[in-house]
């Protein structure tokens, strides 16, 4: 736990009662004892047995001497699952601070990783998709910090873990529902021997640190190559693009963003792409036109590309 950078810290534990987070919980028992970690479980009430099942959990953190709580949450009618995840992260975001946790950690593991992995393979993702599940992040809808210490263990080392304990996990009947995507690739995974995927995890992990160092220069980008410029409509940026791809599609999305626009980095792409050629590109409702500019100081002709807000059309 302490590869994290949490040493000291105290930390906060999501553990729904499944094999997964319950290993969690007993890994970090024994790593840094009772006093140093605090768990929570949601109650999100979908199932008759969710009650309970969050009593077994308290019943495990008694007998540990850990801190434990229980969040009831509402889940709003809808999409059940999505609805269900963003109150869980914000009961979860509110919690771990309450209980002055320095972060707040979950127990994804390498199989879910290969899964994420395979379907954002599968979907044509680029970089930051295929960086699949982050090591850290922020907590959806809340802003501390999440951590998943358990990315490089798989689901049989976790198991074994609560089996030696004598600790028999719930099961959420939803993990093998095939009407969900994931259901299915982890049963396509489970049925072959020749993918690895504490391999697969690993190759995520490789993504994140390349996505990271991607972020890292598109936030140098941004501060060194654009600058405010007005037009006539008083808006505007001007965009000294010197860089590789993937860093100025990066910079692009966020200058479109500062204009109150919203592109995908596919579109961002071709923009990219047509303004390299020299050609105008027409993005969320953003015009951007290519130029060459000779930098008074130094003499050197740069490629400079002006974003400005597009006109709006004229009524037919
Ligand atoms: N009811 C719950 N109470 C506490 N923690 C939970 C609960 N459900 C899930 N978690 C935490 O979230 C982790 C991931 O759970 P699961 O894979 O079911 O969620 P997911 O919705 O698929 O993932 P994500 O939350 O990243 O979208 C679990 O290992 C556990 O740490």
Same mark, same amino acid.
């Given at each position: 736990?302490?590869?994290?950078?949490?040493?000291?810290?105290?930390?906060?534990?999501?553990?729904?009662?499944?094999?997964?987070?319950?290993?969690?919980?007993?890994?970090?028992?024994?790593?840094?004892?009772?006093?140093?970690?605090?768990?929570?479980?949601?109650?999100?009430?979908?199932?008759?047995?969710?009650?309970?099942?969050?009593?077994?959990?308290?019943?495990?953190?008694?007998?540990?001497?850990?801190?434990?709580?229980?969040?009831?949450?509402?889940?709003?009618?809808?999409?059940?699952?999505?609805?269900?995840?963003?109150?869980?992260?914000?009961?979860?975001?509110?919690?771990?601070?309450?209980?002055?946790?320095?972060?707040?950690?979950?127990?994804?593991?390498?199989?879910?990783?290969?899964?994420?992995?395979?379907?954002?393979?599968?979907?044509?993702?680029? !970089? #930051?998709?295929?960086? @699949? $599940?982050?090591?850290?992040?922020?907590?959806? =809808?809340?802003? %501390?910090?999440? /951590?998943?210490?358990?990315?490089?263990?798989?689901?049989?080392?976790?198991?074994?873990?609560?089996?030696?304990?004598?600790?028999?996990?719930?099961?959420?009947?939803?993990?093998?529902?095939?009407?969900?995507?994931?259901?299915?690739?982890?049963?396509?995974?489970?049925?072959?021997?020749?993918?690895?995927?504490?391999?697969?995890?690993?190759?995520?992990?490789?993504?994140?640190?390349?996505?990271?160092?991607?972020?890292?220069?598109?936030?140098?980008?941004?501060?060194?190559?654009?600058?405010?410029?007005?037009?006539?409509?008083?808006?505007?940026?001007?965009?000294?693009?010197? !860089? #590789?791809?993937?860093? @100025? $599609?990066?910079?692009?999305?966020?200058?479109? =963003?500062?204009? %109150?626009?919203? /592109?995908?980095?596919?579109?961002?792409?071709?923009?990219?792409?047509?303004?390299?050629?020299?050609?105008?590109?027409?993005?969320?409702?953003?015009?951007?036109?290519?130029?060459?500019?000779?930098?008074?100081?130094?003499?050197?002709?740069?490629?400079?590309?002006?974003?400005?807000?597009?006109?709006?059309?004229?009524?037919?």
């Amino acid at each position: 736990m302490d590869r994290f950078g949490f040493a000291d810290t105290r930390l906060g534990l999501a553990v729904s009662g499944g094999p997964d987070s319950l290993a969690l919980l007993l890994l970090a028992h024994a790593a840094c004892g009772s006093e140093r970690i605090a768990a929570a479980t949601v109650d999100h009430a979908l199932r008759a047995e969710s009650a309970a099942e969050a009593e077994f959990v308290a019943e495990i953190c008694r007998r540990l001497g850990v801190d434990h709580a229980i969040l009831k949450v509402k889940v709003e009618p809808g999409n059940v699952q999505a609805e269900a995840r963003t109150a869980r992260y914000l009961a979860l975001g509110q919690w771990h601070d309450d209980a002055r946790a320095a972060v707040l950690m979950t127990a994804h593991h390498a199989d879910d990783q290969a899964e994420t992995i395979l379907m954002r393979l599968n979907r044509g993702s680029g !970089v #930051p998709g295929l960086a @699949a $599940i982050r090591s850290t992040a922020e907590i959806p =809808g809340w802003g %501390g910090t999440l /951590a998943r210490p358990l990315l490089r263990w798989s689901k049989r080392e976790l198991e074994s873990v609560v089996s030696s304990a004598q600790i028999e996990p719930v099961r959420d009947p939803s993990n093998s529902d095939e009407q969900f995507d994931r259901a299915r690739v982890r049963r396509f995974l489970s049925d072959q021997d020749w993918l690895d995927t504490q391999a697969l995890a690993a190759s995520a992990e490789h993504i994140e640190d390349a996505w990271r160092a991607i972020e890292w220069f598109a936030a140098e980008d941004w501060e060194t190559h654009v600058v405010p410029d007005s037009d006539e409509t008083g808006r505007g940026f001007r965009y000294y693009a010197n !860089v #590789p791809r993937a860093i @100025a $599609i990066e910079t692009i999305c966020r200058v479109i =963003g500062e204009l %109150g626009g919203d /592109a995908a980095r596919g579109d961002a792409g071709r923009a990219f792409d047509r303004l390299w050629r020299g050609d105008n590109a027409s993005l969320a409702g953003v015009l951007i036109v290519p130029g060459i500019e000779q930098i008074a100081q130094t003499g050197v002709t740069m490629r400079v590309w002006r974003f400005s807000p597009e006109p709006p059309r004229a009524a037919q």
